[in-house]
Nanobody
Framework: QVQVVESGGGLVQAGGSLRLSCAASGSIISINNMAWYRQAPGKQRELVADITSGSRTNYADSVKGRFTISRANAKNTVYLQMNNLKPEDTAVYYC????????????????WGQGTQVTVSS
């Protein structure tokens, strides 16, 4: 059993900053990629940023230069520092961890958190 829990969302004015955190726990052997997605009302879920176990990063064009993803491998934790937030960044932000587990059998699976709301007012 693997749990993924996000925190750090909230309400902020345009131009402000927020830092999201996501921690994975449970029967984890290792974690490969970790990623942040977001879903705005009436829109499809989209990738915001992801990071490999070797800390190679990838960003959506809409957040490049404003958001920074990082991770603490020893803690199975990923962060998303969001600066210069815009109203169009308003969404529920989800964390995904691609984890190697050995229960009930050895496999690599994606685990999602429940999401955290980010609201940016203009």
């Amino acid at each position: 059993q693997v749990q993924v829990v996000e925190s750090g969302g909230g309400l902020v004015q345009a131009g402000g900053s927020l830092r999201l955190s996501c921690a994975a726990s449970g029967s984890i052997i290792s974690i490969n990629n970790m990623a942040w997605y977001r879903q705005a009302p009436g829109k499809q879920r989209e990738l915001v940023a992801d990071i490999t176990s070797g800390s190679r990063t990838n960003y959506a064009d809409s957040v490049k230069g404003r958001f920074t993803i990082s991770r603490a491998n020893a803690k199975n934790t990923v962060y998303l520092q969001m600066n210069n937030l815009k109203p169009e960044d308003t969404a529920v932000y989800y964390c995904k961890a691609t984890a190697v587990v050995n229960s009930p059998y050895y496999s690599t699976l994606d685990y999602w958190g429940q999401g955290t709301q980010v609201t940016v007012s203009s």
